[in-house]
C-alpha cells in the first residue's frame, strides 16, 4: 500500500538557522501534498499543501518543494523562530473520493533562542 | 466562525466501560473523518463517511463503532475500551476530492483507568 517516509524524525536548529524536513512517498498516483504543523496537545494545522503540477510554492518563511520524478517533496523554513517548534507531518493522498491522507510519521522541530 | 468541535475534550472512562466521542461542524463538508493519534505518532485513521457513506479503514478493530446522524455531527463510540485504547481522538472534515484539505477538530484525550 502507499507509504509515506519522513526524516529526520527529530531536528534541533538555532533561532533564525533554516529548517529542513524530507519526505517520500511511494504511489505515483498521489497528486496532493499537505505539510501539517501540531504543538503539543493541539490539533494538527495545515501550514502548505502543494498539488502534483505545481514544483514550488512559498507562504512568507514556509516553502514546500515537489519532486515528482523522484517522488520526494520537502518542507523548508527559513529564520527559525521559537515558537517553530513542534512536531510537522507531511502527507500524501491520491485523486478521488475521500481524500485520505497517509502521513509520514513525524518530525519533531526544536528551535534554540 | 465555521469550524469543527469536539466534546469533550477529555474523557476519563473504565476499563470496558463503553464510551462515546462527539464531533460537530459548522463548514458543512461532505466528509467526516475519526482519526486516533497515540503519543508522538502520527494520526492514524479509524473511518470516514462521505455524506451518509460510512468506510472503515481495514485495520480498525470491531470495538470502535462511528455513527453520523446528520451533515454536522459524527460520533466515535467505543464499546469496550482497553488500556491500549488510550489516546488522542481527532475528528476532521473536508468537502471531498478535489477539495483535499482536512480540517481537525481541538480532540479528546481519552483515559482508560
Known amino acids: 500500500g502507499e507509504n509515506v517516509e519522513q526524516h529526520p524524525s527529530t531536528l534541533s536548529v538555532q533561532e533564525g538557522d533554516s529548517a529542513v524536513i524530507k519526505c517520500t512517498y511511494s504511489?505515483?498516483?498521489?497528486?496532493?501534498f499537505p505539510w501539517y504543523k501540531q504543538e503539543l496537545g493541539k490539533r494538527p494545522q495545515l501550514i502548505i499543501d502543494i498539488r502534483s503540477n505545481v514544483g514550488e510554492k512559498k507562504d512568507q518563511r514556509i516553502a514546500v518543494t515537489l519532486n515528482k520524478t523522484a517522488k520526494h517533496f520537502s518542507l523548508h523554513i527559513t529564520e527559525t523562530q521559537p515558537e517553530d517548534s513542534a512536531v510537522y507531518f507531511c502527507a500524501a493522498s491520491k485523486p478521488g473520493g475521500y481524500n485520505k491522507l497517509i502521513f509520514g510519521a513525524g518530525t519533531r522541530l526544536a528551535v534554540h533562542p | 466562525d465555521a469550524m469543527v468541535i469536539q466534546n469533550p475534550r477529555y474523557q476519563v472512562t473504565q476499563f470496558g466501560k463503553p464510551v462515546t466521542l462527539s464531533c460537530s461542524q459548522t463548514l458543512n463538508h461532505n466528509v467526516m473523518y475519526w482519526y486516533q493519534q497515540k503519543s508522538s505518532q502520527a494520526p492514524k485513521l479509524l473511518f470516514h463517511?462521505?455524506?451518509?457513506?460510512?468506510?472503515n479503514e481495514a485495520d480498525t478493530p470491531d470495538n470502535f463503532q462511528s455513527r453520523r446522524p446528520n451533515t454536522s455531527f459524527c460520533f466515535l463510540d467505543i464499546r469496550s475500551p482497553g488500556l491500549g485504547d488510550a489516546a488522542m481522538y481527532l475528528c476532521?472534515?473536508?468537502?471531498?476530492?478535489?477539495?483535499?484539505?482536512?480540517?481537525f477538530g481541538p480532540g479528546t484525550r481519552l483515559t482508560v483507568l
Open positions: 476532521a472534515t473536508s468537502r471531498g476530492w478535489p477539495n483535499n484539505e482536512q480540517f
Open positions: 504511489d505515483s498516483a498521489s497528486n496532493y
Open positions: 463517511y462521505y455524506d451518509k457513506d460510512f468506510n
